[in-house]
């Protein structure tokens, strides 16, 4: 099994993207201190998966405490090298239903050339364990205008380890045409300062149909391990379906990001 290799070089191309990117987030969270309560966050992810894949996505997102709900907007754009360049704009609520347990429900759609009509939902309860630990337990769904589609349940375990430090394990299985696949991963969050974040995670993924990735592609596209190059892939060809095959898929991962929030 190969194991993926992270570039940390930046070309010039991927750092003005990422500045223009930035910019453009950073403007359109000005008018967070005008909607009272309104947190803004700003990111950027690099990914690197096996057989040379890498993706990069500044991102940035506004949510909501309110008393009935918590509510949240976000929007990313990932330049993937094996899907291209695309945007995701996501949307997300979160309900109290009980003293310590809220139920979450958030959907994203994609837009580009190359995964145009691509959407995914998530939804299901998330529990408060105390000490600043949580538990959720979701359904997701992806669909896309070539006749991808995808379905999976995932847990979500985050904790406080210590004052700076939170730490995150999760697991999925998801259905996908004929193919069962499963996806695990730990992840770390370093409370730099009070505005900074720094993020990292590694998964393992077997016959992954990428439910949760950040788009359909950057933890393994969405049912490319089964078929042949080009067939039922986004921006991969003629958009036809093919038989499965029983081959089994295993691909490890690895992600860096920093968060800024305001």
Same mark, same amino acid.
């Given at each position: 099994?190969?194991?993926? @290799?992270?570039?940390?070089?930046?070309?010039?191309?991927? $750092?003005?993207?990422?500045?223009?990117?930035?910019?453009?987030? %950073?403007?359109?969270?000005?008018?967070? %201190?005008?909607?009272?309560?309104?947190?803004?966050?700003?990111?950027?992810?690099?990914?690197?998966? $096996?057989?040379? #894949?890498?993706?990069?996505?500044?991102?940035? /997102? @506004?949510?909501?405490? @309110?008393?009935?709900?918590?509510?949240?907007?976000?929007?990313?754009?990932?330049?993937?090298?094996?899907?291209?360049?695309?945007?995701?704009?996501?949307?997300?609520?979160?309900?109290?239903?009980?003293?310590? %347990?809220?139920?979450?429900?958030?959907?994203?759609?994609?837009?580009?050339?190359?995964?145009?009509? $691509?959407?995914?939902?998530?939804?299901?309860?998330?529990? =408060?364990?105390? #000490? /600043? #630990?949580?538990?959720?337990?979701?359904?997701?769904?992806?669909?896309?205008?070539?006749?991808?589609?995808?379905?999976?349940?995932?847990?979500?375990? =985050?904790? #406080?380890?210590?004052?700076?430090?939170?730490?995150?394990?999760?697991?999925?299985?998801?259905?996908?045409?004929?193919?069962?696949?499963?996806?695990?991963?730990?992840? %770390?969050?370093?409370?730099?300062?009070?505005?900074?974040?720094?993020?990292?995670?590694?998964?393992?993924?077997?016959?992954?149909?990428?439910?949760?990735?950040?788009?359909?592609?950057?933890?393994? /596209?969405?049912?490319?391990?089964?078929?042949?190059?080009?067939?039922?892939?986004?921006?991969?060809?003629?958009?036809?379906?093919?038989?499965?095959?029983?081959?089994?898929?295993?691909?490890?991962?690895?992600?860096?990001?920093?968060?800024?929030?305001?």
């Amino acid at each position: 099994m190969p194991t993926p @290799l992270i570039d940390c070089s930046i070309s010039g191309r991927h $750092a003005m993207r990422g500045l223009v990117a930035a910019v453009a987030i %950073a403007a359109w969270t000005l008018p967070a %201190a005008a909607l009272g309560p309104v947190d803004a966050t700003l990111g950027y992810d690099f990914y690197s998966a $096996a057989d040379g #894949r890498t993706s990069w996505a500044p991102m940035g /997102e @506004l949510s909501s405490d @309110l008393k009935a709900c918590v509510v949240s907007a976000g929007v990313s754009h990932v330049d993937d090298n094996s899907i291209g360049m695309a945007w995701g704009f996501t949307g997300g609520v979160k309900f109290r239903v009980a003293p310590h %347990a809220h139920f979450a429900l958030d959907a994203t759609g994609f837009a580009s050339d190359s995964v145009s009509g $691509a959407w995914k939902i998530r939804t299901g309860p998330e529990f =408060d364990l105390g #000490r /600043e #630990r949580t538990l959720g337990v979701f359904f997701s769904r992806y669909d896309d205008n070539l006749r991808n589609a995808s379905n999976g349940v995932s847990a979500e375990f =985050d904790a #406080r380890v210590v004052p700076r430090l939170s730490g995150s394990v999760s697991a999925s299985i998801q259905r996908a045409a004929d193919v069962t696949g499963g996806d695990v991963s730990a992840g %770390a969050s370093w409370h730099l300062t009070g505005m900074i974040d720094l993020t990292a995670e590694g998964g393992v993924s077997v016959n992954g149909t990428g439910l949760q990735g950040v788009l359909p592609g950057p933890r393994g /596209e969405v049912l490319s391990q089964n078929r042949g190059p080009g067939r039922g892939r986004p921006g991969g060809g003629s958009g036809t379906t093919t038989s499965t095959t029983s081959a089994t898929s295993t691909f490890t991962s690895a992600q860096l990001g920093v968060r800024v929030n305001f």
